[in-house]
């Protein structure tokens, strides 16, 4: 995930958040798998099922760390054995894994089974790389669809127009709601009350809050101390959102950031940096990111995704998760992540290859393990209830996720849309409004039609509108 805002790049390590939700939108893999469609190749592609020795084989691809990689190896030993058939398992970094898909997927070899990103469903249906499994996973006496997270299945539906109903594509491999954390230590040490759980903090306190927490700790003249430090490629959703605007209208149609709700969220936002002083300066935010900052309890508040808890419970600090502040709707908001497991068109398996989805997906033994590695939350809804119950391990208010998750999360903004330049354009010029050099609904009015351009022709590539 590039990071165009300068600003932003104090919040890279972070960003592993975007980066596994934001995937790499590659026109370029939409682009080689509709040559490949056109001429004819991807019918007559053929899988790795090895039937000429008789033993079944599948394929699958996927991307991450070493405890996905030790849940998944466990789970699939079990499938494996269950099912009388051999997984051929090709794992890639998160940075090389969208290229080496394309190039699976232009070499005629695409995976039984392998990871989508949300946003790239509607092309991958489209140019027929992914199987419907709808049939298979209605129709599996091991799988309790409702016992998964609606938005994560639903996040793999798609009717041929809108992402998010119809058909079953893909199961989630994870679901990611972007929460909001506090430094409870720092609020104790400064006799500050803490934050209500269920009550989010309006942005007038959530100013307040932070200035008296932006401190001089050793009297040096410099600030060693402050109330937070978000990237606006991260954090400008939930505050969009909980203003009331929007980044597009409800049928995707028409760009909507050229609203006064909107100018007023991201004005908001930039002047926690330039009028309230209530963030580390950019030199300061160079010279040590604002994600590092936090982690050494230089930070009152920050965001907390899932992916972060394993990280963040070695901390010398006591935190806990709280919703994001909220604008004028007074209703919290923020976006949820997910990323898909589906089943290749070429599979010479269709029931096989979607079983292995649903195991990956929902195994309880794996999902376990992954949540014990402190890496996701439980994608099965009752594993869940047991998890948020649970006081030995933080953060206290787990529930923040699930609610996220259940009730107000959204799918980031592009995520539903045929690709997302036309959501990258609105990071691309933003900086003179961070730097307090260009007022934000100026810079909205500039930057709506050239989203809208962009947005246009995504919707022509998908035959909409
Ligand atoms: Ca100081």
């Given amino acids: 995930m590039s990071d165009p805002t300068g600003r932003g790049i104090h919040h890279s390590q972070h960003s592993q958040s975007g980066r596994n939700y934001v995937m790499k939108r590659s026109r370029f893999i939409a682009a080689s798998v509709a040559m490949i469609a056109t001429t004819g190749l991807l019918l007559s592609g053929c899988s790795a099922g090895a039937a000429d020795?008789?033993?079944?084989?599948?394929?699958?691809?996927?991307?991450g760390g070493e405890d996905e990689k030790a849940a998944y190896t466990t789970a699939i030993k079990a499938f494996e054995e269950a099912n009388d058939v051999k997984v051929k398992i090709i794992s890639t970094t998160a940075d090389d894994y969208a290229t080496k898909l394309k190039a699976a997927i232009a070499g005629k070899q695409i995976p039984d089974v392998f990871y989508i990103a949300q946003g790239d469903i509607q092309a991958y249906?489209?140019?027929?790389?992914?199987?419907?499994?709808?049939?298979?996973?209605?129709?599996?006496?091991?799988?309790?669809?409702?016992?998964?997270?609606?938005?994560?299945?639903?996040?793999?539906?798609?009717?041929g127009s809108l992402v998010g109903e119809g058909a079953i594509y893909a199961l989630p491999k994870d679901v990611g709601p972007f929460s909001f954390g506090y430094n409870k230590t720092m609020f104790e040490a400064a006799g500050i009350p803490l934050p209500d759980v269920d009550v989010p903090l309006t942005l007038e306190e959530f100013v307040n809050i932070s200035k008296q927490l932006t401190k001089d700790l050793n009297g040096d003249g410099e600030l060693d101390q402050w109330g937070t430090g978000l990237n606006v490629q991260w954090s400008l959703q939930s505050f969009?959102?909980?203003?009331?605007?929007?980044?597009?209208?409800?049928?995707?149609?028409?760009?909507?950031?050229?609203?006064?709700?909107?100018?007023?969220?991201?004005?908001?936002?930039?002047?926690?940096?330039?009028?309230e002083g209530v963030t580390p300066s950019t030199a300061q935010a160079q010279t040590l990111d604002t994600y590092q900052r936090w982690m050494s309890g230089q930070i009152a508040f920050f965001p907390v995704g899932p992916w972060d808890v394993s990280t963040y419970a070695e901390l010398d600090f006591d935190w806990d998760l709280i919703p994001y502040p909220?604008?004028?709707?007074?209703?919290?908001?923020?976006?949820?992540?997910?990323?898909?497991?589906?089943?290749?068109?070429?599979?010479?398996?269709?029931?096989?290859?979607?079983?292995?989805?649903?195991?990956?997906?929902?195994?309880?033994?794996?999902?376990?393990?992954?949540?014990?590695?402190?890496?996701?939350?439980?994608?099965?809804?009752?594993?869940?209830?047991t998890w948020v119950a649970d006081s030995t391990t933080k953060p206290a208010n787990k529930q923040e996720f699930l609610d996220i998750v259940n009730d107000y999360g959204r799918a980031l903004p592009a995520n539903n849309t045929y690709n997302a330049e036309w959501y990258d354009e609105l990071f691309t010029n933003i900086q003179p409004v961070l730097d307090g050099k260009q007022t934000a609904a100026d810079y909205l009015k500039e930057a709506q039609p050239k989203m809208q351009a962009f947005l246009d022709d995504a919707n022509a590539q998908a035959g909409i509108g």
């Fill in 53 to 63: 020795t008789g033993e079944k084989q599948l394929t699958f691809m996927f991307r």
């Fill in 125 to 159: 249906v489209n140019n027929g790389v992914v199987l419907d499994i709808t049939e298979y996973v209605e129709g599996s006496d091991t799988l309790d669809l409702d016992n998964i997270w609606e938005y994560g299945v639903d996040s793999y539906r798609f009717d």
């Fill in 240 to 275: 969009a959102w909980s203003n009331g605007a929007d980044f597009l209208n409800e049928d995707r149609t028409k760009v909507t950031v050229d609203t006064p709700e909107f100018a007023e969220a991201l004005q908001w936002f930039a002047d926690l940096s330039n009028v």
């Fill in 326 to 385: 909220a604008g004028k709707t007074g209703e919290s908001a923020t976006w949820v992540g997910s990323l898909g497991i589906a089943v290749g068109s070429t599979t010479e398996d269709p029931e096989l290859s979607a079983k292995l989805v649903e195991y990956l997906s929902a195994d309880v033994t794996a999902q376990q393990t992954l949540v014990d590695a402190g890496v996701q939350i439980p994608n099965l809804k009752d594993m869940a209830d």
